[in-house]
Structures are given as C-alpha cells and as structure tokens.
C-alpha cells in the first residue's frame, strides 16, 4: 500500500481565533493509541475545549475530545484524555516562558494528518477582550459590504 502524501484536516478550532490574538504558531505531533488513530482517520474529533499546557519539560494536550472508534473492542480509548505533544525541547521552552510570564495561553488550532502522521497546530495565544471581539465582528461586516457595494457598482458600470 502506498504511502500517503499531503494533508488532511480532521478537526479545526475557529472560536480560537475568535476568542484569542494569534502570536506565534507551531506544528507539534501527537503520541496517540491505535484506536485514537482510527478515529482520527474517520474524520471524527473536536478542539472546542481543547489547551495545551508544559509539565516537567513536556508539552500535553488536554481535553481534546477524539470519540471512541465505534469497532474498537475493551481496549479503546479514553475519549478526553491527556496527550503527549512531540516538539523540540527549545520550542517548550520557549513556549513554557512565554506562559508563565502571564496573559499567555496554549490553544489548538487545528488537527490534521500530514503525510500519514497525526499532527497538531498549536498557537501561542493571549485572550481577547470582549471589545476586541466586537470591534473584529465590526471591521469584518464592514470589509463585506464595501465588496458587495464595489461589485454592484462594477455590475452596474457594464
């Protein structure tokens, strides 16, 4: 059987770039059991309450829910379980500095397999205010109506 080749994203996190400020992002592996990969496989998994956090020099996510693999036999998973996060030790470093400092948070923005290989997109983040959120959703309409008022315009012109 040939390999795979690309990517293929199972599950993405989009309130985290709501909620968050986006400054740093990394691409970390996942130290998953042979049930979790099946269900991976099968396109099932949320990131909604998902954080990562650094324990003794290693990086862990939580609270990623990946379901049970629907054929699995007494040796399933946990489907909330703590995972392993592959990285460099500099990036924990980094990233464990960077949290300790304070105002910063670890969240998953996205899972996916790339070349056959569970990985995760993880973000350094720090929480957004409620005004900032407002003010985002405010730009974002505006940005759409000035494109619907220019494509009408340009509709009109011909």
Do not use: C
């Not at 990131?47 to 290693?58: N, R, S, T």
């Not at 790339?114 to 505006?142: H, N, P, T």
Request: charged residues 35%; hydrophobic residues 35%.
């Amino acid at each position: 059987m040939p390999r795979e080749r690309g990517q293929k994203v199972v599950a993405t996190n989009r309130k985290a770039r709501h909620d968050y400020l986006i400054e740093d992002t990394y691409e970390a592996g996942l130290v998953l059991t042979g049930t979790e990969v099946k269900s991976l496989r099968e396109g099932r998994a949320s990131l909604v309450d998902g954080y990562a956090f650094i324990d003794g020099g290693e990086a862990w996510l939580d609270a990623v829910y990946i379901p049970e693999y629907l054929d699995g036999t007494w040796n399933n998973h946990a489907p909330r379980r703590k995972r392993k996060l592959l990285l460099h030790k500099h990036q924990i470093l980094k990233l464990a500095s960077k949290v300790k400092e304070g105002g910063y948070t670890i969240v998953p923005l996205q899972l996916y397999f790339s070349d056959g290989r569970a990985k995760v997109e993880i973000a350094l983040a720090k929480g957004k205010r409620e005004y900032d959120k407002r003010q985002a959703l405010r730009e974002r309409q505006d940005k759409r109506e000035a494109e619907r008022a220019m494509r009408q315009r340009n509709l009109i012109g011909e």
